[in-house]
């Protein structure tokens, strides 16, 4: 049985809250508590299932017809003709990520270690409070979900690397991290090229965490900021008295990021005089300061344009000399638009650097919001889609983040909207890699389309944060055939 309390106040808790859409199996022989269970959780936002016993638990769970995948299962220990640990046993053996919650009203020490060492989530003793139920659930539902979220990401696009709030997990960025190890132990100046907004400047910060100098200097210079009077002095250094100002002696930039790594953003925007004297640097390895005298020094140049450089040199705006010493190595970072299957893992990293500058608790992305941010075509990349958030968070309250609340008026076109939610189940069918659209030419058409098929539902249950119910809703289709579906495709979550 279960403690009731007056009032409602439980229902809308945080606990039941998180419990919205779970599909709970709950295995009760006494009818009377069977329903007062199934009800309780069906009043916090659950789908229920139940069971009268081992058997027919088992049948749903495991089945030839199982309607699952269950987010969780409570399940009593005291069952006719067989034991809850019994089952738990063989549960544990065939869905190990599944969490199973066990009641009884036999509170013994043995039994709760022989639950918890055959894996059970957590053990629970008769009569519970409707509070301690929902938060142990709502655990064991997050458990149950991040599991399945985890395991369709890896799925579709294979590992996740994080570098800070940057992510490489999509075959694109994976191409450039794969490009950067090779680099990063060679001293061989690289060029990054891409538009504004890509991270160039995060790419040439994980190239220098990754080479043999990563315990050196790390030094960025925003070329475009340099005034061109100070541009000679500011990289390369001056004497006391070598201009009217300069009270004392300087080292340059490149002095500074000795041994290290020295980034020039923008490069394209360097004076030609300025771009001449690079060159000699990077020829030389050494620097002249301004009235004074040259120094040796041993830096990494990682220059960064969002130009096209070749289109520069035949204006006679930036030397063809220097452009063909620094594209040595040169690596093109791939805009947003190409690569929506990041969105979600990116946007959670930059709404949780948000709340920790913000001292706020971080707010997380709804299915609708996420399948909206996915549909934008984003040309201003990264740096537009931090800014979306950013304004979202700070004038749009509450814990999570719809697709309503991501629509903001665009500038000088009042009532237009930012960003526009999608048909969730669109975002799914174009994330996915683009050589899964093209099959082998050997392969059938059936073949074809149950492949495309199954990357759409992984898509759909990682935009829905493994909750197989949106996942399912998001697609049009009901909880039953998603799962029917996955079992038929083999899919694993």
């Not at 526009?420 to 683009?434: G, H, L, Y």
């Not at 996942?471 to 799962?483: E, N, S």
Request: include cysteine; charge should be negative.
């Amino acid at each position: 049985m279960i403690e009731t309390r007056p009032g409602p106040a439980w229902v809308t808790s945080e606990s039941a809250a998180a419990l919205n859409a779970a599909c709970i199996l709950v295995v009760e022989d006494d009818p009377v508590q069977r329903d007062l269970l199934s009800d309780t959780l069906r009043a916090a936002g659950c789908e229920v299932a139940t069971a009268a016993d081992t058997a027919q638990a088992e049948a749903q769970l495991l089945g030839d017809e199982a309607a699952g995948p269950f987010d969780a299962v409570l399940l009593d220990i005291m069952l006719p003709r067989e034991s809850g640990l019994d089952l738990l046993v063989r549960l544990h053996a065939a869905l190990p990520a599944l969490p199973v919650v066990m009641l009884t009203a036999r509170d013994t020490a043995a039994d709760a270690v022989f639950a918890l060492r055959h894996g059970a989530f957590d053990f629970l003793v008769k009569p519970a409070r409707q509070e301690e139920l929902l938060l142990v659930l709502r655990n064991a539902v997050e458990k149950a979900r991040m599991a399945r979220e985890l395991e369709a990401r890896r799925a579709l696009t294979g590992p996740v690397v994080e570098e800070g709030e940057f992510v490489f997990a999509g075959p694109a960025m994976r191409g450039v991290l794969a490009t950067l190890d090779l680099v990063a132990a060679s001293s061989a100046p690289v060029l990054l090229l891409g538009e504004s907004g890509t991270g160039k400047d995060v790419a040439a910060r994980v190239l220098h965490r990754r080479s043999p100098r990563r315990n050196k200097p790390f030094v960025a210079v925003n070329c475009a900021a340099l005034p061109r009077e100070l541009a000679e002095s500011e990289l390369f250094g001056h004497q006391r008295g070598a201009f009217t100002g300069a009270t004392a002696q300087r080292a340059g930039r490149f002095e500074e990021a000795d041994g290290g790594t020295l980034f020039l953003d923008e490069v394209a925007e360097l004076d030609p005089l300025i771009q001449a004297k690079l060159l000699r640097v990077l020829q030389e390895r050494e620097v002249t300061r301004v009235g004074g005298p040259t120094v040796r020094v041993d830096v990494r140049v990682v220059a960064a344009t969002n130009r096209d450089l070749m289109a520069e040199v035949r204006a006679n705006r930036f030397r063809e000399d220097l452009y063909y010493r620094l594209e040595v190595i040169s690596l093109r970072m791939p805009p947003l638009r190409e690569r929506v299957e990041e969105i979600p893992l990116l946007a959670t990293k930059l709404l949780e650097r948000m709340a920790v500058q913000e001292h706020q608790a971080a707010r997380h992305l709804l299915p609708d919001a996420v399948a909206a941010l996915q549909a934008q075509p984003w040309p201003g990349n990264v740096r537009e889609l931090e800014n979306l958030l950013r304004r979202t968070t700070l004038l749009r309250p509450g814990a999570s983040i719809s697709a309503a609340d991501l629509a903001w008026p665009a500038p000088g076109a009042p009532g237009a909207r930012a960003v526009d939610a999608a048909p969730p189940s669109a975002p799914a069918a174009e994330t996915a890699p683009a050589a899964a659209s093209t099959p082998p030419r050997e392969a059938s058409l059936s073949s074809a389309v149950e492949e495309r098929e199954a990357e759409v539902m992984l898509q759909a249950l990682a935009d829905a944060h493994g909750n197989v119910t949106q996942a399912a809703a998001m697609l049009g289709i009901g909880r039953a055939t998603f799962y029917r579906k996955a079992r038929r495709y083999q899919l694993r979550f």
